[in-house]
Nanobody, 121 residues
Framework: QVQLVESGGGLVQAGGSLRLSCAASGSIFSINAMGWYRQAPGKQRELVATITSGGSTKYADRVKGRFTISRDNAKNTVFLQMNSLNPEDTAVYYC???????????????WGQGTQVTVSS
C-alpha cells in the first residue's frame, strides 16, 4: 500500500519561512507528478504547486515567486519551500502524488493526511 506523509508545518510570523516535506512509501514502481494543495477553513481546496518527474513546475498565481517546489526522486520525496509567508497562506497543506504501484501498469492518485500551516500577523 502506498502512503504519503507530510511534515514541516507549524506556526510562523508574517514574512517568515517554512519548508514542507512529503515522503512516499510502500510498493512503488514509479512516481509521476507530485504536488501540494491547501485548504483554509470555509474555502475550497486549491492547487499550490506541482512538479513532474522531469522537473517541470507550475505554481498558483498567489504563491508564484514566494514558494518553490522540488523533489528528491531517489527518496520519493517532494518539498515545498515557503518564503515571505502572510496570513493568507494559513491552511492545511496536502501532499498529492501520481504513483504507479509495483506490479501494476497504471498509476493512481494519492493524498497525504495534511499538515497545518499557520501564519500570524
Amino acid at each position: 500500500q502506498v502512503q504519503l506523509v507530510e511534515s514541516g508545518g507549524g506556526l510562523v510570523q508574517a514574512g517568515g519561512s517554512l519548508r514542507l516535506s512529503c515522503a512516499a512509501s510502500g510498493s512503488i514502481f514509479s512516481i509521476n507528478a507530485m504536488g501540494w494543495y491547501r485548504q483554509a477553513p470555509g474555502k475550497q481546496r486549491e492547487l499550490v504547486a506541482t512538479i513532474t518527474s522531469g522537473g517541470s513546475t507550475k505554481y498558483a498565481d498567489r504563491v508564484k515567486g514566494r514558494f518553490t517546489i522540488s523533489r528528491d526522486n531517489a527518496k520519493n520525496t517532494v518539498f515545498l519551500q515557503m518564503n515571505s509567508l502572510n496570513p493568507e497562506d494559513t491552511a492545511v497543506y496536502y501532499c498529492n502524488a501520481d504513483v504507479r504501484p509495483t506490479g501494476w501498469g497504471t498509476s493512481y492518485n494519492y493524498w497525504g493526511q495534511g499538515t497545518q500551516v499557520t501564519v500570524s500577523s
